[in-house]
């Protein structure tokens, strides 16, 4: 075989790889976006440079298929119930109601992985392992711009998500176990905050 027909099955043997990593993580996307209900269990870290630490929160989300979710984040929950965004501060002892339409009826944590591709353009860092997102989707929400992705091609789902916050401050969300449901209990998606919480509605 010739130089050239060499390195033209070498060229063909990489785009086959390529193209078969792209495709284990669109399965993980489809799976996530079809979904009725899914539960997972992370760890939020956040390193900031400007104090100098490592903050870590345990977290869990259950994410209905039609677009409600309930993340809790430490001691902190955010409920996304049809039209209403509710965020509860167990520090602050108050609770934040908005109207959200759908553009914005997303979450800064976990919520907004049932739409990555509504979101976001794909690119390949490392095939079947690293993928870099950047943000395609409308403005004026707190989803990050971009974020790079970590997928286990064993278990088929995601690891891993980095991206740096408004404040510049690198945060990764570690997925520690992911479940799926025929559907979600209902009653996790009704206001359930302390009565003595302030309720302030924007």
Same mark, same amino acid.
């Given at each position: ?21 792209? =495709? ?27 104090? =100098?630490?490592? =903050? ?19 001691? +902190? ?5 049809? +039209? ?14 908005? +109207? ?9 944590? !976990? ?53 740096? +916050? ?6 990764? !969300? ?25 309720? !302030?509605?924007?």
């Amino acid at each position: 075989m010739t130089t050239k027909g060499i390195t033209l099955v070498l060229c063909l043997a990489m785009l086959a790889i390529a193209a078969s990593a792209e =495709d284990k993580f669109d399965l993980i996307k489809a799976n996530l976006a079809k979904a009725e209900c899914i539960q997972i269990q992370f760890m939020s870290i956040l390193e900031s440079d400007i104090f =100098d630490r490592t =903050d870590t929160a345990q977290g869990t989300a259950l994410l209905a298929k039609d677009g409600r979710f309930l993340v809790t984040i430490g001691e +902190d929950r955010y409920l996304m119930a049809g +039209d209403l965004l509710y965020s509860y501060s167990k520090a602050n002892n108050q609770v934040i109601i908005e +109207d959200v339409d759908s553009s914005r009826a997303v979450s800064s944590e !976990v919520a907004y992985i049932r739409k990555l591709d509504d979101w976001y353009k794909t690119r390949i860092l490392r095939p079947d392992r690293e993928y870099f997102l950047v943000r395609t989707g409308p403005k004026g929400n707190s989803i990050p711009d971009s974020m790079t992705v970590s997928i286990d091609p064993k278990q088929g789902r995601i690891s891993r998500i980095a991206y740096f +916050d408004l404040n510049d401050e690198l945060v990764t !969300v570690v997925f520690v176990k992911e479940t799926h449901h025929d559907a979600c209990d209902q009653r996790r998606f009704e206001p359930d905050f302390p009565r003595s919480a302030e309720r !302030v509605k924007l």
